[in-house]
């Protein structure tokens, strides 16, 4: 019993916050501006911080793990790749400035802070050139290659987490008052029920949605499965995308129309998890130079990608979507396009935030010896 109960109470902690996360964004006022993915996020870092409840890591591991997986995979499952071409070429280019906003940062911020970061400032230049090129699997790569002390891993990884939520949460807000403003200044065309869906009685609309998710999740295990057998190791996440998107184009669209609809519900409790995992006071007291550095990182990266909106007049959110796919990888691109209500750029997040995961390890280390 006593290795239930931690079990349970985590699996209830994080549903719960999902739940009411999702009820405030529909009840409350300012819920239904912030959106529920902006909430849940709140709620979590309000829980850790202000109660210092945290989950149970074997809770979080599969929430973050598993779970995330399959919201995924609901996800791409209800994306067709008609436009994806015309969508992913101007993102090309804008995530490629958003990569080199993040550089700028790591060196102005290392150059302006070189006396309080002392000697693991070439450390911390690595690691956050790194996670703010494609997200914390870099950072974690990194780290591996660099072995900074314990201690200091903790630090910037907590830094990281902290600054990566408020960056995430300001552009989910940004995001939503695009859309909210583009759909009062020019109405919406009318939408219409594909023909078939009425061959699909609507109760039977999610179990089959859920169907196509756990086919898709479980193919991509046996192929990466297959591929790290004869020595060709792929991430897991490229194979799961790859699969994901092949299944999304075979016939039965009527089959996926809730796809979309449940990847929203199930991708919410990864981003509770990531609000408990931010731990303010041990940043605050410890780690504040470090702090300041990934604030100032993030924050270059931010003015640079909202001047470029404003004077460039460029597409607030594909600029958005890149960025996020720089500073939190293809999992987070994927859940910003989808809480903006921009289906149609998860796929080319995805990818964007896959090839920051490509190039963010070799451009962390390379930041680290050039500091070095």
């Not at 460039?312 to 959110?317: K, S």
Request: proline share 5%; aromatic share 8%.
């Amino acid at each position: 019993m006593t290795q239930v109960d931690p079990l349970l109470q985590s699996f209830c902690g994080i549903a719960g916050l999902t739940a009411l996360g999702w009820w405030l964004s529909r009840r409350w006022v300012w819920g239904q501006k912030l959106g529920v993915t902006m909430l849940v996020l709140l709620l979590g870092v309000a829980v850790r911080n202000g109660l210092g409840w945290q989950p149970d890591a074997r809770i979080s591991s599969w929430v973050s793990g598993p779970l995330t997986s399959l919201a995924i995979a609901e996800l791409l499952l209800a994306i067709r790749l008609k436009t994806l071409l015309q969508r992913a070429r101007p993102l090309l280019l804008l995530f490629g400035v958003a990569v080199l906003a993040t550089v700028v940062g790591v060196l102005v911020g290392a150059v302006a802070l070189a006396q309080p970061l002392g000697d693991q400032r070439s450390e911390l230049m690595g690691l956050y050139a790194a996670t703010f090129s494609g997200g914390s699997l870099n950072l974690v790569s990194v780290g591996r290659i660099l072995s900074p002390p314990d201690a200091l891993l903790a630090l910037a990884t907590a830094a990281d987490q902290i600054v990566f939520t408020l960056w995430f949460a300001l552009s989910v807000g940004l995001g939503r008052r695009d859309r909210l403003r583009r759909s009062v200044c020019r109405p919406p065309p009318l939408v219409f029920s594909p023909s078939g869906s009425q061959d699909q009685p609507a109760g039977w609309g999610w179990p089959a949605a859920l169907l196509w998710g756990l086919a898709a999740v479980g193919l991509s295990d046996q192929l990466s499965k297959g591929l790290a057998g004869i020595g060709f190791a792929v991430p897991s996440i490229l194979v799961l995308t790859t699969v994901a998107v092949v299944l999304a184009q075979a016939p039965g669209l009527e089959s996926r129309q809730f796809c979309s609809g449940c990847g929203q519900w199930l991708i919410q409790p990864f981003f509770v998890v990531v609000g408990l995992g931010t731990p303010l006071a041990g940043v605050l007291t410890e780690g504040v130079w470090i702090l300041v550095y990934a604030a100032l990182v993030v924050g270059m990266h931010g003015v640079v990608v909202l001047l470029l909106r404003w004077r460039c007049r460029l597409p607030l959110a594909e600029l958005l979507v890149a960025s996020q796919a720089a500073i939190g990888g293809p999992s987070t691109a994927l859940a910003l396009a989808t809480a903006i209500q921009r289906d149609d750029l998860a796929v080319a997040g995805v990818a964007l935030g896959l090839l920051g995961y490509a190039l963010g390890t070799y451009m962390g280390v390379a930041m680290a010896a050039l500091s070095g």
